[in-house]
């Protein structure tokens, strides 16, 4: 008996999202919703710069069919910088070992292994960082990653009686003290919400259409003189990620344009189930505060009108400008129900000087599952 560990072929797809549906995870078990092959496909192959870079281990013992006992994927996308520059990074995903292997094969760092051997690869074609989200620090600082910060998760209430249940979920207390202060905070943020959303004066000089448009010009406006990078989002990415997203995840945009039709600021949101995400926010720099939240009020009272229940929101604090979003969100009657996962971070090469406080972060970066 022995451990093998290389790329994954094509021949092996089904097979590994199989393996993902089916194994516990090395954070707990796995969901019990499926991921389908055509979201597995979507997700890991037809991405708007190249495949994903996928590895596998199996066990492997003669006369027997090699059998799958762990996984792990990079996928690469383009990052683009305030000062016009582009660069590659990849972000992890889909780290999944099997509990009885890290046993067997206890000797053995199974996902280190995986780790180096796409590094390897992603060194081959010029990636500069690695970055993902997870609630795993201790295990990703082993692999020679930081764990700088961990986000921030908020709620604005629409509906206390209905979103009741839905923050019980979210939260995890479990006694009645815990339910009695979900209670209260479904009340508060539903009455700061009446204070703070529904009192809307018109702004002239603007106008406002639902498409959802590239914007990296937009972002270039939004953070200069500060030097930051971002995930690119042009219309191939948001082809994918948006328009050719196979999950049951509807999303939508409002776009502040100028008496030139330039783009001055952008909302991008998702529903499902009655619950909205703040996906992205990004405005002009020299906005007016009050056109800020002239536009964000416009989006809030379209979810109330669509009997949205809540609405939700991720930040960061690693720079300025995420740390706006959270103030922003704060004005508005967003509450803070708890800290999001960690960011980790590794560069690949001691000569960038990139790091992780200079990331703009938003939730487009997630994989848009849910």
């Known amino acids: ?16 999202n199989d393996f993902f549906n089916s194994t516990r995870n090395i954070s707990g078990p796995a969901k019990k919703i ?17 495949q994903a870079i996928y590895a596998g281990a199996w066990e492997v013992e003669e006369r027997n069919e090699p059998i799958i006992i762990g996984i792990q994927c990079l996928i690469v996308h383009k990052m683009y910088s305030s000062e016009g520059k582009y660069l590659l990074a990849a972000k992890g995903e889909d780290a999944i070992i099997d509990i009885n292997a890290l ?15 796409l590094i390897v690869e992603c060194k081959k074609i010029g990636v500069e960082f690695l970055w993902g989200f997870n609630n795993l620090p201790a295990t990703y600082r082993r692999l020679g990653f930081e764990t700088p910060f961990k986000s921030y998760n908020r709620v604005l209430i629409l509906n206390p009686v209905k979103a009741f249940s839905n923050i019980k979920i979210l939260r995890a207390e479990h006694t009645t003290s815990g339910k009695v202060n979900i209670a ?3 009340v508060l943020s539903f009455l700061f919400s009446l204070k703070k959303i529904f009192i809307l004066t018109r702004k002239q000089g603007f106008h406002i259409n639902f498409g959802i448009d590239e914007n990296k010009n937009l972002f270039q406006r939004a953070v200069l003189p ?25 999303y939508k945009s ?37 056109v800020v939240n002239f536009l964000l009020k416009r989006v809030l009272k379209s979810l109330k009108n669509d009997k949205i229940i809540l609405v939700r929101f991720t930040g960061y604090k690693n720079n300025s400008i995420n740390r706006r979003e959270i103030c922003l969100m704060k004005n508005l009657g967003f509450v803070l129900t708890g800290n999001g996962e960690w960011f980790t971070f590794k560069k690949l090469s ?20 849910t």
Do not use: C
């Open 1 to 16: 008996m022995s451990l093998e560990i290389r790329l994954i072929k094509n021949s092996e797809y089904i097979e590994v």
């Open 34 to 50: 499926s991921r389908g092959f055509t979201q597995f496909d979507w997700e890991f192959f037809r991405g708007p710069d190249r």
């Open 103 to 117: 046993i067997k094969f206890r000797e053995t760092d199974i996902l280190k292994e995986l780790s180096v051997l």
């Open 184 to 186: 209260i905070l479904s």
């Open 226 to 250: 500060e030097r930051l990078l971002f995930l690119l989002q042009d219309e191939k990415f948001l082809q994918w990620r948006i328009l050719g997203n196979p999950y049951p995840v509807e």
């Open 254 to 290: 409002f776009q502040l344009l100028d008496h030139d039709n330039i783009l001055q600021a952008q909302v991008i949101y998702s529903v499902s189930n009655k619950t909205a995400f703040i996906e992205q926010m990004l405005f002009d720099k020299k906005l007016d505060r009050k």
């Open 350 to 369: 001691d000569t960038i000087v990139i790091t992780p406080e200079e990331i703009f972060f938003s939730r487009l970066y997630k994989q848009g599952r």
